[in-house]
């Protein structure tokens, strides 16, 4: 009887040693991939502050086939950085996150008020083409947004159309 329990104890343990021992997923958050470019881009910019890498998710299989979550995938992330010395990693990164999105939000308004952007949109839509943006961060008051077209779902045959510059502290655009 005891040979069998020590028997399961080992085969539970070494089951369950893959999830512990995941030290690569512990540097990748991830997030459940909503389509909101604006919410991407913070969540993506916060990543690249703390030195994690991201992931945008829509299927949550992990290597098994087994069903796992962004949060549960996430704890491993959380925990690994609290043991690095990170006293409420999660609440600060959502704080941060929160931060860039609102100043993020800021500069697509300054964006939004120009002009020659608003000209753009219709003689894109009139090619039948759909836009996606991409927003990058070049320090903390210059902010890059990149102005891409594709046509039928077709991600992968992006065109740059347009990239605009702006300042956040001036509240203006430099194209």
């Keep these: 009887?005891?040979?069998?329990?020590?028997?399961?104890?080992?085969?539970?343990?070494?089951y369950s040693f893959p999830q512990a021992v995941r030290v690569n997923d512990t540097?990748?958050?991830?997030?459940?991939?909503?389509?909101?470019?604006?919410?991407?881009?913070?969540?993506?910019?916060?990543?690249?502050?703390?030195?994690?890498?991201?992931k945008f998710v829509t299927d949550t299989l992990d290597e098994e086939g087994s069903c796992l979550s962004c949060e549960e995938h996430n704890r491993f992330v959380w925990n690994a950085l609290f043991k690095k010395g990170i006293k409420e990693p999660e609440r600060k990164f959502m704080d941060e996150c929160g931060e860039e999105f609102l100043t993020i939000k800021s500069a697509i308004?300054?964006?939004?008020?120009?002009?020659n952007f608003n000209k753009?949109?219709?003689?894109?839509?009139?090619k039948k083409r759909?836009?996606?943006?991409?927003?990058?961060k070049n320090n903390d008051s210059i902010y890059i947004?990149?102005?891409?077209?594709y046509?039928?779902?077709h991600l992968e045959k992006l065109i740059l159309e347009q990239k605009f510059t702006?300042?956040?502290?001036?509240?203006?655009?430099n194209n």
Excluded at 1 to 14: C, D, E, P, Q, S
Excluded at 109 to 115: G, K, Q, V
Excluded at 120 to 126: Q, T, V
Excluded at 166 to 173: F, G, T
């Design 166 to 173: 702006i300042n956040i502290m001036s509240k203006k655009l």
């Design 1 to 14: 009887m005891r040979a069998l329990l020590i028997t399961y104890f080992v085969i539970i343990f070494f």
């Design 130 to 136: 759909e836009l996606f943006y991409k927003v990058l």
């Design 145 to 149: 947004v990149e102005m891409y077209s």
């Design 27 to 54: 540097l990748e958050l991830w997030s459940e991939d909503l389509g909101d470019f604006m919410y991407e881009a913070a969540f993506r910019i916060t990543c690249n502050n703390w030195n994690l890498k991201c």
């Design 120 to 126: 753009l949109y219709p003689i894109i839509r009139a």
């Design 151 to 153: 046509q039928n779902k």
């Design 109 to 115: 308004e300054i964006l939004s008020s120009d002009p």
